[in-house]
């Protein structure tokens, strides 16, 4: 069986792009190396581009990064969609575009035949390669939905930065959703330069790659910055007309986004035989925004975390004797995984609560109002210890006393990989009701409304006075996918069987 898998960025990408899914690439790659009968090979698009002026799509073995997997890796180049999707948010190329389809099928037909395409994500090609895989009717044609790119040109949701988008408004929401948009031309610019970079053996965070990258960029980012100030100036003129001028206003055409919405879900109906969301949520919300429900199998990938399920056990809960509890936030210092309002939440906390409990923040250090307001926050809890960032050796010593590991998130989180990572050590997960996360306790008295203070303050109460019973939570848990069973999933599944 010869299986092409797809993704924006090279598994191996060197600036360790692509967060989770290269995590799970790289994982399955591996594994699939040791699959007897077996062939994967890997493509991806949207970044590398010709230096300086760009040209015509095209494909070509992967001719820089890691030797590791060299032959079997792919990319096209000067793709007429930007990856990542915010890179080129909204062009009408993430439907449509005759030259980057056209290399894609030339890739297709000098590199295969193929049993199976697996899409981990249509970012960087136009969706309409669904279509033109059915020039191979054999080809089986999967997709992933690690994030909602086919409904969403921001990925995920998340409206404004601020707020989980619950209705788009027929696209009018979408016209100005990101509080800044991408300069195409100094993207490809961007990519095109880095992909120069690496093919004359400079690797990114290297001093040389850094330096060139960081000056060439300065001089074009300055150079675009003025030209859009040229254009917006003139902008300005031909909308607003001269001074004392009355004008009628237009209410934002979502008309482009809307139609982009539509296109995408009736290819993925048309030409996908089968759509694997990483959890129920993310196959729900996928019937909701019309995908077939035939199509949609929930798949749990398959990671190496699921090896500490078998090697640790539920815990005396609570570890401490003092009657405190410790608590664990793992990710990032952002608003959409719910860090500034686990903040708001802890600072509303009653307390007599907050004194029993003790808090562990690895993540990035934030800005110093952040900062500051974890300083402050220390005061009013039993403990506050803060790690700038960790690596996954890093986890068990990080985790060993944690009781409860939280996953306050705001948006449609998938299946968050730090949920995976604790639930894997036998840590009860508290989590917000949005996303797959609390698809891994399945208690419903470790859930709480997403956003809502009160809420997450009556489950921390409840915890505090042994309410929940830890028992009956690890009755009902899910235990995570190991790797060799995800495989036999998607065996069946590309041999045309019920993955199920």
């Known amino acids: 069986m010869r299986v092409l898998y797809y993704n924006w960025v090279d598994y191996l990408d060197e600036e360790r792009r692509g967060g989770g899914v290269s995590v799970y690439q790289r994982n399955l790659m591996r594994a699939l190396a040791d699959v007897p009968g077996v062939e994967a090979s890997f493509l991806c698009a949207g970044v590398s581009y010709d230096f300086p002026g760009g040209g015509a799509p095209r494909w070509e073995q992967m001719r820089h990064g890691p030797d590791q997997d060299r032959a079997r890796r792919f990319e096209i180049v000067n793709s007429a969609v930007l990856a990542p999707a915010h890179h080129g948010y909204g062009s009408p190329a993430q439907v449509s575009d005759k030259a980057t389809e056209a290399a894609f099928v030339d890739f297709i037909d000098k590199t295969g035949p193929y049993d199976v395409i697996h899409f981990n994500t249509l970012e960087g090609l136009p969706a309409k390669v669904l279509e033109r895989c059915r020039i191979w009717p054999d080809m089986r044609v999967v997709l992933s939905l690690h994030n909602y790119y086919p409904f969403c040109p921001q990925v995920n949701l998340w409206h404004l930065e601020r707020e989980t988008c619950g209705d788009f408004d027929l696209g009018r929401k979408c016209v100005n959703c990101l509080p800044h948009v991408h300069d195409p031309r100094h993207m490809r610019l961007s990519g095109g330069l880095g992909y120069k970079l690496r093919l004359m053996g400079l690797t990114p965070g290297t001093w040389a790659f850094d330096q060139a990258y960081r000056w060439t960029m300065r001089i074009g980012g300055r150079a675009s910055r003025l030209m859009r100030k040229v254009r917006g100036q003139g902008e300005r003129l031909r909308r607003g007309g001269r001074p004392g001028e009355l004008r009628p206003m237009q209410p934002p055409d979502g008309a482009p986004f809307a139609a982009r919405r539509d296109a995408v879900v009736r290819l993925i109906n048309d030409h996908c035989d089968a759509v694997l969301g990483v959890s129920d949520a993310v196959c729900r919300l996928a019937r909701g925004f019309g995908v077939l429900p035939d199509l949609l199998h929930t798949s749990y990938i398959g990671t190496r975390e699921a090896a500490a399920w078998h090697q640790t056990a539920p815990r005396v809960f609570p570890q401490a004797e003092d009657g405190t509890l410790r608590l664990a936030y793992l990710g990032y210092m952002r608003r959409d995984k719910g860090f500034y309002f686990l903040l708001d939440a802890l600072e509303k906390l009653p307390a007599d609560l907050a004194s ?124 995570p996918v190991e790797m060799e069973s995800h495989l036999a999933e998607l065996m069946r599944l590309y041999s045309g069987a019920d993955p199920r």
């Open 356 to 479: 029993r409990l003790r808090l562990e923040v690895a993540a990035k250090r934030g800005d110093r109002a952040t900062m500051t307001r974890l300083s402050e926050l220390s005061g009013r809890l039993a403990g506050l210890t803060h790690a700038d960032g960790y690596s996954h050796d890093d986890l068990d010593t990080l985790l060993a006393e944690v009781d409860v590991g939280l996953i306050p998130v705001l948006w449609h989180d998938n299946l968050p990989q730090v949920a995976i990572e604790m639930h894997a050590r036998h840590i009860p997960l508290l989590c917000a009701d949005m996303g797959g996360a609390r698809e891994l306790g399945n208690c419903p008295a470790m859930t709480f409304a997403a956003g809502d203070a009160a809420a997450f303050a009556d489950r921390i109460r409840a915890l505090l006075a042994g309410e929940v019973d830890m028992d009956a939570y690890w009755r009902g848990a899910t235990a």
